[in-house]
């Protein structure tokens, strides 16, 4: 995961800020009086192009606005005179037509002139000069015949242009001539060969020039190279073709880019390598070009100067060449004049400081005019680069000039002089807001101007802020905070000051919350044609609005359907193998920006392998080879071999084998007779790749079988036969042609012969006449026509089974309980089993019940005990019943004969629940519990078992009592129980066995007449009446006056409520029906729930205090002749439901209530 976080107000860009309100140079404001001051001009040297005009730029500002003139070769150029030459109005820019003149009339040094009343300010010497792209001169070239292994240079010596041409070699067919370590072009142009091949012999050795300026292209004659061999040059050690001897000397210009060459002949071709003596070459600043026979160091320093060797070297030997770079200077400055602002009586100073190889000459001008020739001025002082200026007067405005130059150039700075008495104003935009993020560098503005230079203080919240601590004030009068913090947040006074006035000027700094991206997406590996969804949650400041932008590699998303951006996520449908790469959510707002990347990978399936090659082959194994496909950024984990028989089964592939995914071979073991081919598939995460083309088919050959069938066995399937079965041979195991199977048995531990017989394209043989269930031996043998396989191995296997003949004996019953009896018998002989015994059947069943009469016979229940067993346990039984056993043994044929029926008795046990068991009340202290006989009496009842108990109105039972009731007795009536009481009943059943399970129920006795008739006597008596009675009319009185009070009673007169108000959006009366318009108080804008809405379906909306209508009897309210309503108020006005007609009744209590309803 690559995190970043970036913020627009740090890092470097604030140090540019922060350069920039440090450094801007002090700008006069245009309303005032200044000397000119050029701000754009043509380059120092300006090369035209001919067939265009020519534009030489000068512009200025200044107050007044300035006028422009030219000079020409140090002459004054009369612009009007020349009607070629136009000059752009309140500009010095001029404009030369030179459609009908030759560009050359026009070279020449150019000064542009800027003047007012203030002062003179000049450009720089703009040289004129015209583009050329002259032709090569005509020469004819004379073939050049080298012997073979010889250095050669064939010179280009292209015309001089301006600027010069960019040169490159070429042939007839306009290719590039191929460069190497051997051949190569130098920077001269020249083509230089360390020696010569046959193969360099032609005729179409061309030199091309291209002019960048005019954009044309000049061409040589062709030159014509024979090489020969007749007196070939043997090898030799390195010599240098360029530069010549040992020693050379190179001169470069400080912030130049430096090229040094170094190209030898030599046979091998020689390698070059450079190297700096006494010294490093500059880390990050140099290249090599052309086969490392150019040395290239950009932005030149004077520690670039020194001894560079260049080395050639190839086997014979080698030699070496030293360049002394020495590094010159044009002029560059140290510090540049800049402009002066002065109030009359102050002293400035002008500063000129520069520095160069050679050191610069200064000298310095005062309105265009040398200043040893510009009249004299008592104030000024001249101490070489330093003009210090005293005690200035109103009106000594200038512009003064500052040249430095040595051989290698020149600078020219302007900078003026203005004596000005201005009180302080600031220029920086008043109540301007500033936002910054916490913990960045916040720079509060004040730009100012005035002369004197005013002082800047600044307060925050009325509060002085001192120079020191996390707040510095800087010389321009900017305030920075270097650490912001949201307690920084707030207004921020500057004020500027000088001896004639103040100003001050508020701006407000807000400090917000930085930009963090709370959920990073986060790596993603998907599978081809699947969904990736990368996740970038973000908190950021709520007062900044956000925008996301999501990247790919550091480009744009690309512009498909299948990428769907959401508020904070990225969603990839159906990806694609070119969607892999670096995703990038970028969270932006005005003011910082934070971001993430993740990087998705897509994985799918392997390329099948290719290339399948069988090496190796011998008898019985080959080894095949193959190379793997692409893993598509998945590692492949194995291979898998598949193999073809098509001998066999043709279009069936079956698995062979599988190796591990780091193998690209494998050894594979083959069988006699197949026809094999092979594929490979290779395995990733994802799956499975598509097989690789099948490699060439392989052809083994024939031999005797190997193995014989499996899964051999002999069974029984009826008492006179047994059934020999066997898997058969594949084709792949066959081995040979005409596979045949040699069946053999006999029986065990009988001297007799084996019997065999031979079969073909079966799996199984039916051996007949067997006596019953005899063990026999039995082998199946592969047979081909190449011989017999190899020894079988003996199956054992028993021929059918019959039933068994005889039933068991001595079969005795012994009875545990009512529901469990255990039975026994003796086993039956093995000889009579006529197979394997697989155990014995009982069989039980109940004959009657020793109570009661049947409904039905039961059916017998099987119970089978395995193997030998010769016991077991009967349960589920019936208590108190005569039951019926028989046991038969059985075999796999089936089962035996049954033993004799065997009889005997269940015991009683304890009886079922009583049926049907119920109490109902019968008197006030008396209850009938009635029940039925249980279902299941499992002997002779001897009665029953009743319980009771009461049940408090806690749930708490009370204390029980016992009856015990006599067999024949199915009810029962219980008295001097508690009237209006719960009891709980709880019934068993008995034999001699004990009590059966219990029922319960639970009953209520009726509750006591007198107390009912008392109860309801009290509740009608007079006194509780009239009590009931006495509450309602209270609380009825009390509703009527909390109305009256909230309708403030009496009656309303309108007329001085309207002169009360005087409100002009009182609704007049209405034409149509006489009503007035509506006075709202502030409790009567939502209606009470009995009001309707008024019978034009519309419904009010005023501002008044009070409305006429809310609190009249209808929309004719009638009035007295002194203007006040008839009658008192009552609550808002209802319609009837079915004619809409209004109620003209009085208010009444009942609708007072409904009001508040």
């Known amino acids: 995961?690559?995190?970043?976080?970036?913020?627009?107000?740090?890092?470097?860009?604030?140090?540019?800020?922060?350069?920039?309100?440090?450094?801007?140079?002090?700008?006069?404001?245009?309303?005032?009086?200044?000397?000119?001051?050029?701000?754009?001009?043509?380059?120092?040297?300006?090369?035209?192009?001919?067939?265009?005009?020519?534009?030489?730029?000068?512009?200025?500002?200044?107050?007044?606005?300035?006028?422009?003139?030219?000079?020409?070769?140090?002459?004054?150029?009369?612009?009007?005179?020349?009607?070629?030459?136009?000059?752009?109005?309140?500009?010095?820019?001029?404009?030369?037509?030179?459609?009908?003149?030759?560009?050359?009339?026009?070279?020449?040094?150019?000064?542009?002139?800027?003047?007012?009343?203030?002062?003179?300010?000049?450009?720089?010497?703009?040289?004129?000069?015209?583009?050329?792209?002259?032709?090569?001169?005509?020469?004819?070239?004379?073939?050049?015949?080298?012997?073979?292994?010889?250095?050669?240079?064939?010179?280009?010596?292209?015309?001089?242009?301006?600027?010069?041409?960019?040169?490159?070699?070429?042939?007839?067919?306009?290719?590039?001539?191929?460069?190497?370590?051997?051949?190569?072009?130098?920077?001269?142009?020249?083509?230089?060969?360390?020696?010569?091949?046959?193969?360099?012999?032609?005729?179409?050795?061309?030199?091309?020039?291209?002019?960048?300026?005019?954009?044309?292209?000049?061409?040589?004659q062709p030159i014509t190279v024979n090489v020969l061999d007749n007196s070939p040059s043997g090898e030799r050690a390195p010599s240098f073709m360029h530069p010549p001897g040992t020693h050379s000397t190179a001169t470069v210009l400080k912030g130049d880019t430096l090229e040094l060459e170094c190209i030898a002949d030599g046979l091998p071709t020689p390698d070059i390598s450079w190297s700096k003596v006494n010294g490093e070459l500059p880390s990050g600043r140099f290249l090599f070009h052309s086969f490392q026979k150019t040395l290239k160091i950009t932005e030149v320093t004077d520690t670039d100067g020194g001894d560079y060797r260049c080395l050639a070297n190839n086997l014979l030997g080698s030699n070496h060449h030293i360049i002394t770079v020495v590094v010159k200077a044009a002029p560059f400055w140290i510090s540049a004049?800049?402009?002066?602002?002065?109030?009359?009586?102050?002293?400035?100073?002008?500063?000129?400081?520069?520095?160069?190889?050679?050191?610069?000459?200064?000298?310095?001008?005062?309105?265009?005019?040398?200043?040893?020739?510009?009249?004299?001025?008592?104030?000024?002082?001249?101490?070489?680069?330093?003009?210090?200026?005293?005690?200035?007067?109103?009106?000594?405005?200038?512009?003064?000039?500052?040249?430095?130059?040595?051989?290698?150039?020149?600078?020219?700075?302007?900078a003026f002089v203005s004596v000005l008495a201005e009180p302080p104003r600031v220029l920086t935009p008043p109540n301007h807001v500033y936002s910054v993020i916490t913990n960045s560098r916040a720079l509060l503005d004040c730009a100012s101007f005035g002369s004197p230079l005013p002082k800047i203080t600044w307060f925050k919240d009325s509060q002085s802020i001192l120079d020191g601590g996390s707040y510095i004030i800087h010389q321009?009068?900017?305030?920075?905070?270097?650490?912001?913090?949201?307690?920084?947040?707030?207004?921020?006074?500057?004020?500027?000051?000088?001896?004639?006035?103040?100003?001050?000027?508020?701006?407000?700094?807000?400090?917000?919350?930085?930009?963090?991206?709370?959920?990073?997406?986060?790596?993603?590996?998907?599978?081809?044609?699947?969904?990736?969804?990368?996740?970038?949650?973000?908190?950021?400041?709520?007062?900044?609005?956000?925008?996301?932008?999501?990247?790919?590699?550091?480009?744009?998303?690309?512009?498909?359907?299948?990428?769907?951006?959401?508020?904070?996520?990225?969603?990839?449908?159906?990806?694609?193998?070119?969607?892999?790469?670096?995703?990038?959510?970028?969270?932006?707002?005005t003011l910082d920006h934070d971001s993430a990347?993740?990087?998705?990978?897509?994985?799918?399936?392997?390329?099948?392998?290719?290339?399948?090659?069988?090496?190796?082959?011998?008898?019985?194994?080959?080894?095949?080879?193959?190379?793997?496909?692409?893993?598509?950024?998945?590692?492949?984990?194995?291979?898998?071999?598949?193999?073809?028989?098509?001998?066999?089964?043709?279009?069936?592939?079956?698995?062979?084998?599988?190796?591990?995914?780091?193998?690209?071979?494998?050894?594979?073991?083959?069988?006699?007779?197949?026809?094999?081919?092979?594929?490979?598939?290779?395995?990733?995460?994802?799956?499975?790749?598509?097989?690789?083309?099948?490699?060439?088919?392989?052809?083994?050959?024939?031999?005797?079988?190997?193995?014989?069938?499996?899964?051999?066995?002999?069974?029984?399937?009826?008492?006179?036969?047994?059934?020999?079965?066997?898997?058969?041979?594949?084709?792949?195991?066959?081995?040979?042609?005409?596979?045949?199977?040699?069946?053999?048995?006999?029986?065990?531990?009988?001297?007799?012969?084996?019997?065999s017989l031979t079969l073909a394209n079966v799996s199984q043989y039916v051996v007949t006449g067997t006596d019953t269930f005899v063990p026999y031996e039995v082998t199946v043998q592969a047979i081909n026509d190449y011989g017999l396989g190899p020894r079988p191995e003996v199956v054992l296997g028993y021929s059918g089974e019959d039933s068994p003949t005889v039933a068991p004996e001595n079969v005795q019953v012994s009875v545990q309980n009512g529901t469990v009896a255990e039975v026994h018998w003796d086993t039956v002989p093995l000889s009579t089993v006529r197979g394997r015994l697989k155990g014995y059947k009982v069989s039980y069943w109940k004959l009657r019940s020793l109570h009661k009469q049947d409904s039905e016979p039961e059916k017998p229940r099987v119970l089978i005990f395995s193997g030998n067993e010769t016991e077991g346990h009967l349960s589920g039984l019936h208590p108190y019943s005569q039951y019926s056993l028989n046991i038969r043994a059985f075999n796999g044929k089936g089962d035996g004969p049954s033993s004799s029926d065997q009889h005997f008795l269940t015991p009683e046990g304890v009886p079922g629940p009583p049926a049907e068991f119920k109490v109902r009340n019968m008197d006030l202290d008396s209850l009938i519990v009635e029940w039925a006989p249980p279902l299941e009496d499992n002997g002779h009842l001897t009665g029953y078992l009743l319980k009771y108990q009461p049940i408090n109105t806690t749930d708490e039972l009370g204390p029980l009592k016992e009856l015990f009731l006599l067999a024949n007795e199915t009810s029962i009536t219980l008295d001097n129980l508690k009237y209006s009481t719960r009891y709980k009943f709880y019934l068993n059943a008995m034999t001699v066995k004990g009590?059966?399970?219990?029922?319960?129920?639970?009953?209520?006795?009726?509750?006591?007449?007198?107390?009912?008739?008392?109860?309801?006597?009290?509740?009608?008596?007079?006194?509780?009446?009239?009590?009931?009675?006495?509450?309602?009319?209270?609380?009825?009185?009390?509703?009527?006056?909390?109305?009256?009070?909230?309708?403030?009673g009496g009656k309303y007169p309108v007329k001085e409520k309207e002169d009360a108000h005087q409100d002009p959006e009182i609704q007049p009366m209405k034409e149509d029906d006489g009503t007035f318009g509506e006075y709202s108080d502030t409790e009567d804008h939502k209606p009470l729930k009995s009001s309707r809405t008024p019978s034009n379906g519309t419904a009010k909306k005023d501002d008044s205090d009070d409305s006429l209508v809310d609190y009249g009897e209808g929309g004719d309210g009638q009035f007295n002749e002194d203007g006040s309503f008839i009658g008192q108020y009552s609550g808002k006005k209802e319609k009837d439901t079915a004619e809409g007609n209004e109620s003209s009744e009085a208010p009444s209590p009942v609708n007072a209530m409904n009001s508040f309803v």
């Open 1 to 220: 995961m690559d995190r970043k976080r970036n913020c627009t107000l740090c890092g470097g860009a604030v140090m540019m800020l922060l350069l920039g309100h440090m450094t801007t140079a002090l700008e006069v404001p245009l309303d005032l009086p200044q000397p000119p001051t050029i701000t754009h001009q043509s380059p120092k040297d300006y090369i035209i192009d001919p067939r265009e005009n020519i534009i030489i730029h000068c512009e200025a500002k200044g107050k007044p606005h300035p006028s422009f003139s030219w000079t020409r070769n140090s002459t004054h150029f009369d612009v009007e005179k020349d009607s070629k030459v136009i000059m752009k109005p309140n500009s010095g820019t001029l404009v030369i037509d030179i459609s009908d003149e030759k560009a050359e009339a026009y070279e020449g040094i150019y000064q542009c002139i800027a003047r007012n009343e203030h002062g003179s300010a000049v450009s720089n010497n703009i040289v004129i000069r015209q583009s050329r792209s002259p032709l090569w001169s005509k020469e004819k070239n004379e073939p050049i015949t080298v012997q073979r292994g010889m250095s050669l240079v064939l010179q280009c010596r292209p015309p001089a242009g301006l600027p010069p041409p960019i040169i490159f070699w070429m042939d007839n067919n306009f290719q590039r001539l191929p460069q190497s370590s051997r051949v190569s072009q130098a920077l001269n142009g020249d083509l230089y060969f360390s020696n010569v091949l046959m193969d360099d012999t032609r005729n179409d050795y061309i030199c091309y020039a291209r002019f960048p300026h005019t954009q044309t292209i000049q061409q040589k």
């Open 476 to 589: 321009n009068g900017t305030l920075e905070i270097n650490v912001a913090q949201p307690l920084n947040s707030g207004k921020y006074t500057c004020m500027a000051s000088n001896n004639l006035g103040n100003k001050e000027n508020h701006v407000y700094l807000e400090v917000k919350e930085p930009t963090r991206i709370l959920k990073q997406p986060e790596y993603k590996v998907v599978q081809r044609n699947g969904v990736a969804v990368f996740e970038c949650k973000v908190k950021h400041d709520p007062t900044l609005l956000p925008t996301m932008i999501w990247l790919k590699d550091n480009g744009e998303l690309p512009d498909d359907v299948r990428f769907e951006l959401g508020s904070d996520s990225l969603t990839i449908h159906d990806v694609r193998e070119d969607d892999k790469g670096t995703y990038t959510c970028i969270r932006n707002t």
């Open 995 to 1048: 009590s059966g399970p219990t029922v319960t129920e639970e009953a209520v006795t009726v509750m006591d007449e007198a107390m009912t008739s008392k109860q309801v006597d009290i509740a009608t008596q007079g006194w509780f009446i009239g009590l009931m009675c006495a509450i309602a009319l209270l609380i009825l009185v009390l509703l009527i006056v909390c109305f009256i009070k909230r309708n403030k």
């Open 337 to 414: 004049p800049q402009n002066l602002i002065l109030a009359p009586k102050e002293t400035g100073m002008l500063t000129c400081r520069v520095d160069g190889n050679p050191r610069p000459k200064v000298t310095w001008s005062v309105n265009g005019v040398a200043i040893e020739n510009s009249p004299k001025d008592p104030s000024r002082k001249i101490e070489d680069d330093v003009i210090i200026l005293s005690d200035v007067q109103t009106g000594s405005s200038a512009v003064y000039q500052c040249n430095a130059s040595n051989e290698y150039g020149y600078l020219l700075a302007n």
């Open 597 to 755: 990347s993740a990087t998705l990978t897509v994985v799918e399936q392997p390329d099948p392998p290719t290339d399948l090659e069988l090496t190796d082959q011998r008898e019985h194994s080959v080894q095949l080879t193959w190379t793997p496909g692409d893993e598509h950024n998945s590692p492949i984990k194995s291979f898998l071999i598949q193999y073809e028989d098509s001998l066999h089964e043709r279009g069936i592939w079956a698995n062979m084998t599988e190796v591990s995914g780091t193998s690209t071979t494998a050894r594979l073991e083959l069988s006699p007779y197949v026809y094999y081919s092979f594929r490979v598939l290779a395995l990733n995460e994802v799956g499975l790749s598509e097989p690789s083309v099948p490699s060439r088919q392989y052809r083994t050959n024939p031999a005797q079988p190997d193995m014989n069938p499996s899964n051999v066995k002999a069974v029984g399937t009826s008492p006179d036969s047994m059934t020999i079965t066997w898997k058969e041979l594949t084709g792949l195991e066959s081995n040979g042609p005409g596979l045949q199977y040699k069946v053999s048995w006999r029986q065990k531990d009988v001297d007799q012969d084996w019997n």
